[in-house]
């Protein structure tokens, strides 16, 4: 069945191809409501949009989305090596304790210090400098903290908006240094610079499902308890959740989930800035 699919797909790509005298995008989706490679970005959105840690990328030919979907990293890689970079990840963040599925978390973390982003006055940047996802803008993010839940814990944060984009930072978390907090206000930099773009459509990636839940499942239900979790404590994270929640009103936000270390040029750009970040003095 899949050969024929891709038999099938083979012949719609020519016809298109033939039709239009230029060579097309493809849209491939891991992980979605239905995978597979698309010619088209409002194909593809049917698939992914709002459908929980999806998995998507758009490549320049066919064989690069294909191997995307039948995750390995590239066409000549294994379909194993990105399956044992996950269990790795899985295995980290149980060290790092993450918090149960229903938002209650271990209290491993004192009370949050309130860190606003504001929305910063930057220079324009041209729209062309972006990757885009149909009309979404794609940014990594990533948090990182040595020696977290330590007296000597040193937090950063990254984002990541392409080779060279003028955007790119990396920072020293301000407040208090955890690695979930640095997570969250990655997340928050990245928000609060498209805004300052006016950018209101963006594809965020992070590796923290940590943050996604938070933002995308937990918030409602934190909010109507009065910041409260189901079982009556009272939320660590609330002033960074409360922050976040405030950025996202009025954006269009894809919340897609990468695999930590596991090869993704974007992540790892992200990771590498806010280590980068971590390293500079604290407030």
Known sequence: MPRLLGAVHRVLVAAVRGSSGGLGMFYAVRRGRKAGVFLTWNECRAQVDRFPAARFKKFATEEEAW??????????????????????????????????ADGDEENAEPRAKHVKQDVEAAPAVAKDTFSYMGDYVVVYTDGCCSSNGRRRAR???????????PLNVGVRLPGRQTNQRAEIHAACKAIGQAKAQNIAKLVLYTDSMFTINGITSWVQGWKEKGWRTSTGKEVINKEDFMELDRLVQGMDIQWMHVPGHSGFTGNEEADRLAREGAKQPGD
């Open 155 to 165: 937090a950063g944060i990254g984002v990541y908006w392409g080779p060279g984009h």
């Open 67 to 100: 191997a995307f979907v039948r995750n390995s990293g590239s066409p000549g890689g294994s379909e194993g090596q990105e399956t044992h970079a996950q269990q790795a990840q899985v295995k980290a963040n149980k060290r790092h304790r993450e918090p149960r």
